[in-house]
């Protein structure tokens, strides 16, 4: 066979074997290509979508009053070494330096031995969507509703109470309220004394006891024939006190250490040194001419 035959039989059987392989070489250059514009088309879906959710959600910075409470009840104390954790200028910032919560004011008083009601003026950075409703780190920002807070080593629920652009009035009435609790234990009412103070941890008085009035403990009960019969216990004392109070209001109505609701038939825990006097029953409320200040 002739040298120049052999080259071209050897050829022939080359190219079909070249053209596969640069078939599959270009094959994959488009594949690579196709992964390439899919991942560049969806990184720019991506931050399309995020700059259209951003321009229906803005930064906001609102001011917030949020008290603390044990087991989502804002009635019981928080533990001593939890209210003791939190302090004026303590923050949050998220990793992009953002301060998400900062504490600008705190006011703390005794809960009753096992610890103490605390109440936080907040400034929060949040988000607005465009109905104008209010979201903190995701959690829908609603007064009178909870919300997961983070300050420091501290995790807790607070109850939101006042929610605006604006620092809330924190001015305070004094009135004069008389309380009435029935059958009490005469250790308690033997160590409630005329003159004495309930103070937060600012030093101001919360409420100062003005008269105070004892008496054995009324004991209703009927006979088998219906007739209300009244005797006395001397083992328990009947008490009747009347105090001045701070309080602070709040849509119409005056509370009392941001908790209690200061009017007839409502409930007062008021607690002094020496003694603390659990739900008693307020019988009056009146507005004293005093405003400025309890102390003297």
């Known amino acids: 066979m002739p040298e120049g035959n052999s080259f071209s039989i050897i050829a022939d059987k080359i190219n079909p074997i070249m053209n596969i392989r640069n078939y599959f070489k270009f094959s994959g250059i488009k594949l ?3 992964h390439f514009m899919l991942l560049t088309a969806g990184i720019l879906l991506v931050v399309f979508s995020f700059f259209a959710y951003g321009q ?3 930064k906001e910075q609102l001011f917030a009053t949020a008290v603390m409470g044990a087991g989502e009840d804002i009635f019981i104390a928080v533990p001593y070494w939890v209210a003791n954790s939190i302090n004026t200028g303590d923050h949050e910032v998220s990793p992009f330096g953002t301060v998400n919560a900062e504490v600008i004011d705190k006011e703390s008083y005794e809960g009753g031995s096992h610890g103490k009601h605390v109440i936080l003026q907040l400034k929060l950075t949040v988000l607005e969507d465009s109905g104008g409703k209010y979201y903190y780190k995701n959690q829908p920002l609603e007064i009178d509703k909870w ?8 995790d807790e629920k607070v109850y939101i109470t006042y929610l605006g652009k604006t620092k809330p009035d924190n001015s305070r009435k004094i009135f004069r309220v008389t309380v009435k609790k029935n059958s009490e234990e005469p250790f308690i009412t033997d160590n409630l004394k005329i003159g004495d103070e ?8 919360m409420a100062k006891i003005v008269n105070k009035v004892t008496y054995p403990a009324e004991v209703r009960s009927f006979t088998d024939s219906g007739i209300l019969q009244i005797s006395t216990d001397s083992t328990r004392r009947d008490i009747l006190l009347t105090v001045d109070v701070s309080a602070k209001r709040s849509e119409n109505i005056y509370y009392f250490g941001e908790l209690k609701k200061l009017r007839v038939g ?10 603390t006097l659990w739900d008693g029953i307020i019988t009056s409320v009146e507005e004293t ?6 102390q003297g």
């Open 32 to 34: 690579r290509l196709r």
């Open 56 to 58: 229906k959600q803005r």
């Open 266 to 275: 409502e409930k007062l825990n008021l607690f002094f040194n020496k003694a």
């Open 289 to 294: 001419e005093k405003q400025k200040t309890l």
């Open 198 to 205: 309930m103070l937060n941890n600012k030093g101001d008085v």
């Open 147 to 154: 919300l997961n807070l983070r300050l420091g080593s501290i």
